[in-house]
T-cell receptor, first 117, second 114 residues
């Protein structure tokens, strides 16, 4: 149980285009989802937290107009990188936490590698 | 406020040797503590967690960790390392409230040699 999927696993796009990354909780309802960014050989940096049906809460320094987050249902959250630039290239990881027995632990997706040319 | 310190960004052990990865935390509230493992180009996999039950916690792949409140530590151990244990390991802490966020350490890269 507690599986989180991400799609796509890898994406290459041209500078100026927008990219959408999907995060799904497959076997539990994710009341809260988190989006992280990870630079090479570094720890995870929390970008934003979203609760189902509410606007996302962004961490300081994260541009909300640049990184659009939609938590449309209890099993799906999307991160859209708008007008992507090479400096947005990174590894993006989502995480989900649910209710009940899934409240204590954050479960992570496999990550999405974004390369902006 | 909470924080995690992982001593040693890189640990190297021989196959069959004891693995010890250190984690110290600070938290103003009773903590939940976690160890996650990350293999190259993958997400994080939960190894084990402490959530105020037994202080000695057993996880997957033969790993265990002991919560020591007096030392504010949650070190990860495994009696005998395997080559497949080579990965990045992250210790993390959060409070018990539903709004509490996970705070990660900087990670420890475990290398296992023959």
């Amino acid at each position: 149980g507690a599986v989180v999927s991400q799609h796509p696993s890898r994406v290459i796009c041209k500078s100026g285009t927008s990219v959408k990354i999907e995060c799904r909780s497959l076997d539990f309802q994710a009341t809260t989802m988190f989006w992280y960014r990870q630079f090479p050989k570094q720890s995870l940096m929390l970008m934003a937290t979203s609760n189902e049906g509410s606007k996302a809460t962004y961490e300081q320094g994260v541009e909300k107009d640049k990184f659009l987050i939609n938590h449309a249902s209890l099993t799906l959250s999307t991160l859209t990188v708008t007008s992507a630039h090479p400096e947005d290239s990174s590894f993006y990881i989502c995480s989900a936490r649910g209710g009940g027995s899934y409240q204590e632990t954050q479960y992570f997706g496999p990550g999405t590698r974004l390369l902006v040319l | 406020a909470q924080s995690v310190t992982q001593l040693g960004s890189h640990v190297s052990v021989s196959e069959g040797a004891l693995v010890l990865l250190r984690c110290n935390y600070s938290s103003s509230v009773p903590p939940y503590l976690f160890w996650y493992v990350q293999y190259p180009n993958q997400g994080l996999q939960l190894l084990l967690k402490y959530t105020s039950a037994a202080t000695l916690v057993k996880g997957i792949n033969g790993f265990e960790a002991e919560f020591k409140k007096s030392e504010t530590s949650f070190h990860l151990t495994k009696p005998s390392a395997h080559m497949s244990d080579a990965a990045e390991y992250f210790c993390a802490v959060r409070g018990t409230g539903t709004a509490s966020k996970l705070t990660f350490g900087t990670g420890t890269r475990l290398q296992v040699t023959l």
